[in-house]
């Protein structure tokens, strides 16, 4: 796992729950990088897990409940980092549906180890758009809170339904269907 991903965890962390909070999650996950992270390393997909598993004991919020805020944080990182990602989409469904085409694309080249999900579109309209995802990290909360937020940047408001596929998460559909306000 890219090690970005890493650095901004532990900084949404301090923000969120403070130094302190940060110190205990590493002390108690027993990392073999002993929590020392930089943006373009690589490290095991298992200590994000650890670092996860003991925020969630010491928060009593789940996994899911921080992958959400989590990945509300990490958009801000790729609008702020990334900006023309984003600039080049006139609304949510494009960009969404552009993920595995043209944004993991753009990933893979600052990133060329990157362990991605895929995100197959199913079915597109204007108003609604159905998305497979897969992922043997399961990580699919922090893409719902990605969704979340890109429906956020762009104004729009929309229904987000998750269904799992396989009970673990490794595969999940999204379904997302447009509210219109009047």
């Known amino acids: 796992m890219k090690g970005i991903i890493f650095t901004e965890f532990l900084e949404l962390v301090e923000d969120k729950f403070g130094l302190e909070m940060v110190d205990t999650i590493i002390q108690e996950s027993n990392l073999t990088s002993q929590g020392v992270y930089t943006a373009v390393g690589t490290y095991d997909f298992a200590e994000m897990l650890s670092l996860l598993k003991n925020l969630s004991k010491h928060s009593n919020l789940s996994i899911d409940d921080l992958l959400l805020v989590y ?30 085409n043209h944004i993991h694309v753009e990933v893979r080249k600052i990133y060329p180890d990157a362990e991605l999900p895929t995100f197959h579109v199913l079915e597109k309209s204007n108003d609604s758009l159905v998305m497979l995802y897969k992922s043997s990290r399961a990580l699919h909360s922090f893409g719902l809170g990605l969704m979340n937020k890109t429906f956020e940047h762009f104004n729009t408001k929309a229904s987000i339904l998750v269904e799992k596929i396989k009970q673990d ?4 559909k999204f379904i997302i269907t447009k509210i219109n306000e009047q």
């Open 71 to 100: 990945a509300e944080h990490f958009f801000h990182v790729l609008a702020s980092n990334y900006p023309s990602l984003i600039a080049q989409y006139e609304d949510p469904f494009t960009l969404l549906s552009s993920i595995e």
């Open 169 to 172: 998460g490794t595969e999940v």
